[in-house]
């Protein structure tokens, strides 16, 4: 089914500005992904890392054919963040993706994305953001099944999306756990967080890999991938798939869900490959089926 | 400053009100209150009994409904604002913004609070909610300092309460699925966070373990008291670093800085805890509305009292003080 489109989220990580940039390089030349969401999503102060690239990537990546998305900061609680929030609005033509309320004062109703971070739970706030000039909206990632196809059958007149690949965001906060893991708070971090590309391990006592932290986001530890419920959510009138970028072959996880979503292989085939590209983190799909978030159910757990 | 007191359950409301409360806030019994725990909160009848009550003693009620609504099932949350607002709640404490939407056109005199569920932690989207759906106040997360809050409060056209006393929530509220992630009960979708139909505890030798879902959240040593297996509190292993990775067991207690919060535009003061008994509801109320209206130099002697009720005996001034961060 040719019109099922994937999305490439933002970075969450800190990655040094040659590595970000070189990723967007590849993903341009490579990457069977339509939309590109592209900026600082989750600390302020990683902001200057990407800010010399942001130009030439984003040239990259349009003259490549990709719709590109400037993503917005996920919590907002400085004056500089809110100043960095009105400059982008102010600045750009492109879309915006919303990921705090803040967005939507500097938006006055102009066409905008909301990003998986903005709470929409049901089928009247899909509408209520369409009606204040969102076209498309990432749903959150904890989402069952029924609840993403109750929205979908309201028909909200929206483009709605789901996050099918990458470890999930699951929380955020103003104190970076990341770097208190290092003996150092959030005002003098160093930017240690930039130590670990795809995510700082959190285990239990008993050595169990549970979470994953990310400066001041804390992600899972396992990779949320809906690989196998493809059919079915396009089935419920998912048109759209959000791949988030983890630190490892992005433009072969793109590559395989295109191939997914084609028909041109099966799941347990997808899985496989994907084990492959992303080893050491284990597959979960819970959420969807109203589950633990960590859990891998149906047809993919015994692939 | 309003005292803004909890209510789980009818005794501690009558508890909260006949303690000076300017306020109590609390909530049905279901899956559109964010603190959806057995054996909690009220029906319908309950809340008006509740509310008469209230009002006789010149207390208002503010009602919570701040879950997200759950797709195809939205009447259970229309059906709850209008409800409450019938029963004569003084303001609705919402989170979600089709609800918000609902109640600004359908009951319009209705006075509407956006609950901290709402995740509004700048002026920016404080301003957008009051625009929007005409909101009278916002709770403020327990993420930002008193110099935010100033500023916040000096840029908006609405209320703020804070909170001041009580469980200590360390990510940004309505936005987190860490207890969804290992249990599949989600505080934004069942109201529930770290459920305790989920929590177990094993002795291991010397050790107390306390599990949430498949997870061990905690280990006890021999005279060491095993607390509530709240996930964000719980000790974990990261690195050479093995701890508590988001937050000590402690609980939140800024009342001694309630003149800073006054002066930087605060109008009320909110009390977590409506899980808790009439008992403690009792005590904490009753100090703290005479520290409120005591001399500043009088209040600490008053405030001393209530750190013996608080998690762990231990306190924090929590993001409320720069270096927390």
Known sequence: ?303 | MELICPAGTPSAFRAAVDAGADAVYCGFRDETNARNFPGLNFSREELGEAIAHAHRHGTKVLVALNTFMRAGAEDIWYEGARDASRLGADALILADMGLMAYVAENLPEQRLHVSVQASASNADAISFLVQAFGAKRVVLPRTLTIGDIAGISRAVNCEIEVFVFGGLCVMAEGRCSLSSYATGKSPNMHGVCSPASHVRYRREGNEMVSELGGYTINRFGQGEPAGYPTLCKGRFDIGEACGYAFEDPVSLDVMSEIDALRAAGVSALKIEGRQRGKAYVAEVVSTLKAALDAEPERRAALLSGLRGLSEGQKTTSGAYEKKWR
């Open chain 1, 1 to 303: 089914m040719t019109n099922t489109q994937l999305t490439l989220g933002p970075v969450y990580y800190l990655w040094d500005g040659p590595k970000w940039r070189d990723f967007y390089f590849r993903i341009a030349d490579e990457a069977p992904v339509s939309r590109i969401i592209v900026g600082e999503t989750v600390c302020s102060k990683r902001q200057h890392f990407i800010d010399p690239h942001m130009d030439e990537v984003i040239e990259r990546l349009e003259a490549a054919g990709k719709e590109v998305v400037i993503s917005t900061y996920a919590l907002v609680t400085l004056m500089r963040e809110t100043k960095k929030l009105r400059a982008i609005a102010e600045e750009t033509d492109r879309l915006i993706e919303v990921n705090d309320l803040s967005a939507f004062m500097y938006l006055d109703s102009r066409p905008h994305t909301v990003g998986p971070l903005v709470n929409v739970y049901n089928g009247a706030t899909a509408r209520l953001l369409k009606t204040r000039g969102a076209t498309a909206l990432c749903l959150p990632p904890e989402l069952p099944m029924s609840s993403i196809a109750a929205i979908a059958g309201d028909d909200p007149g929206i483009e709605l999306e789901v996050f099918a690949f990458g470890r999930v965001p699951l929380a955020i906060s103003a104190r970076c756990a990341h770097a208190r893991s290092k003996g150092k708070i959030k005002d003098n971090c160093s930017f240690v967080c930039g130590e670990e590309p795809d995510g700082l391990d959190v285990r239990t006592l008993d050595r169990q890999p549970f979470l994953s932290l990310n400066g001041v986001q804390t992600m899972s530890h396992t990779c949320q991938s809906l690989i196998g419920e493809l059919d079915e959510l396009r089935r419920a009138g998912i048109r759209r798939f959000r791949l988030s970028p983890q630190d490892c072959d992005m433009a072969a996880v793109a590559e395989v869900y295109r191939a997914a979503l084609d028909g041109r292989i099966d799941a347990r085939e997808a899985k496989a490959r994907l084990n492959a590209i992303y080893p050491n983190v284990p597959l979960s799909n819970g959420f969807l089926y109203g589950r633990e978030g960590a859990a891998l159910v149906g047809y993919a757990a015994d692939a």
